[in-house]
């Protein structure tokens, strides 16, 4: 969005910022913590009974357990919308200039423009 001129000498940043929602945090946290060394557990490992249990609550959620299910849906569709996920923004910002990688309000004059690929990543 820098290299488009929103108008003269002005650009979009978009910005994205972590979520807020208890119960997407609680989500993503659950995800990590049944995730976490998944690969290398041993099937006698407690984490992995541990594990298996904290997905087989969220399977049980996902389905809509009984007498919740009308909120379990509602639940569902907001923690797996990965859109949730994030609070986006957008703000105009005034000149290209740092734009230019190495480019810094600090520092105006720094950085470089490549006008070809430099092979570097």
């Not at 000498?9 to 913590?33: K, W």
Request: charged share 30%; glycine share 8%; net charge positive.
């Amino acid at each position: 969005m820098k290299k488009i001129d929103y108008n003269p000498g002005r650009y979009i940043l978009l910005e994205a910022r972590p979520s807020q929602d208890a119960d997407i945090r609680d989500f993503q946290a659950g995800l990590r913590a049944c995730t976490e060394g998944s690969l290398s557990a041993e099937p006698e490992d407690p984490h992995a009974e541990q594990c298996f249990l904290q997905v087989k609550e969220l399977i049980e959620r996902f389905r809509g357990r009984e007498g919740q299910s009308e909120m379990d849906r509602r639940w569902t569709a907001r923690v797996t919308d990965v859109r949730n996920w994030f609070v986006f923004a957008a703000s105009e910002r005034r000149g290209w200039a740092l734009c230019i990688p190495g480019r810094t309000a600090e520092n105006p004059s720094s950085g470089t423009f490549p006008l070809r690929p430099t092979g570097k990543k």
